[in-house]
């Protein structure tokens, strides 16, 4: 059954848009129970409420007022000034749902007098396709009822892990990035495809079937990646010398590189917001 609370976004972009897409595909959420508010941008706006149905507002203060679930989503650099703007406006028995990178909820917390229930989230873009990969922390005012309002929002367009609010930066690397680290790996396959002859049509379906077949048997068969891929691999074959030039270039340590790096930088983006704090 659909959800009977109005959720606000504060914030139109791709994440925001994502989300929206997800839920209202999912019957988790109605469309009018969606207001979506952003800084200035009324064509997205209209946009937005075209596509989905949704309401929208030019006025945040009015759309926090109305809802019971606040959606933070815009930049991580943005979020202080959105909380400024709407800061009073904010109930103790409001929702707070973060899906701002390396944002930390006591930043969040900061911004009012009193304790809000605020949990922070990292999704990734495939929620727009009920495919998400979504880690869930929860702030120290969140209680068992958030919890759960907000895995039958994120399990609805996914999956979801809740983990320590630590750990939400290693999520981000991982999986919040993921997407685009696959996204660059179709892009290489499909040049590469084309230069041995293929035509850009065909590699794109091959391609993704690849990826998409690779997954499911991961999922499917539970078998450790390293004995699916040796399962591939014959003594002396194709694969085999295809693997010979990945590890050449260090690919799986180019991987594990970027991970790591975009786990740090989340970290620095939670740095830089709450640094800022302090000057406020
Ligand atoms: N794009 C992605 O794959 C993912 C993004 N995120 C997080 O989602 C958040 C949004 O990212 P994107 O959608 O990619 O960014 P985006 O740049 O596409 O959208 C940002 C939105 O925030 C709005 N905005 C800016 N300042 C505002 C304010 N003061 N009040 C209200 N709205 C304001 C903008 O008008 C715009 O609609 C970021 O914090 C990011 O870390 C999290 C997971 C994945
Ligand atoms: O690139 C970013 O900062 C955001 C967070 C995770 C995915 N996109």
Redesign the pocket.
């Known amino acids: 059954m659909a959800l009977q609370k109005t959720i606000a976004f504060?914030?139109?972009?791709?994440?925001?848009?994502?989300l929206i897409a997800g839920v209202i595909n999912k019957g988790v959420v109605a469309p009018h129970k969606i207001l979506v508010?952003?800084?200035?941008?009324r064509e997205?706006l209209a946009e937005l409420a075209k596509r989905y149905g949704v309401r929208t507002a030019t006025d945040?203060r009015e759309a926090v007022r109305e809802a019971d679930v606040i959606v933070?989503?815009?930049?991580?650099k943005?979020?202080g000034?959105?909380l400024k703007?709407v800061a009073d406006r904010v109930r103790a028995n409001h929702l707070i749902i973060?899906?701002?990178?390396?944002?930390p909820i006591s930043f969040i917390q900061s911004f009012f007098p009193h304790p809000v229930p605020i949990v922070r989230?990292?999704?990734?873009?495939s929620c727009h396709v009920g495919l998400s990969a979504t880690g869930i922390a929860l702030g120290p005012y969140a209680a068992p009822c958030h919890e759960t309002l907000v895995r039958k929002l994120f399990d609805a367009i996914g999956i979801t892990c809740v983990v320590k609010e630590e750990q939400l930066d290693a999520v981000?690397g991982l999986s919040?990035?993921g997407?685009?680290y696959i996204y660059f790996l179709v892009e290489a396959m499909e040049q590469a495809g084309q230069k041995a002859g293929l035509a850009p049509e065909i590699a794109r379906r091959l391609t993704v079937q690849t990826l998409l077949g690779a997954a499911h048997m991961l999922l499917e068969t539970r078998e450790e990646p390293s004995v699916l891929r040796e399962k591939v691999t014959s003594p002396g074959g194709t694969t085999m010398a295809g693997l010979e030039v990945l590890r050449t270039h260090q690919f799986q340590e180019a991987i594990q590189r970027a991970i790591l790096r975009a786990t740090e930088r989340a970290k620095e983006?939670g740095q830089l917001v709450s640094a800022k704090v302090h000057s406020r």
């Open positions: 504060l914030g139109a972009g791709s994440m925001a848009e994502a508010t952003n800084r200035q941008n997205r945040k933070l989503a815009m930049k991580p943005d979020v000034e959105a703007e973060s899906v701002a990178a390396g944002v989230t990292m999704p990734n873009t981000t919040g990035s997407p685009a983006l």
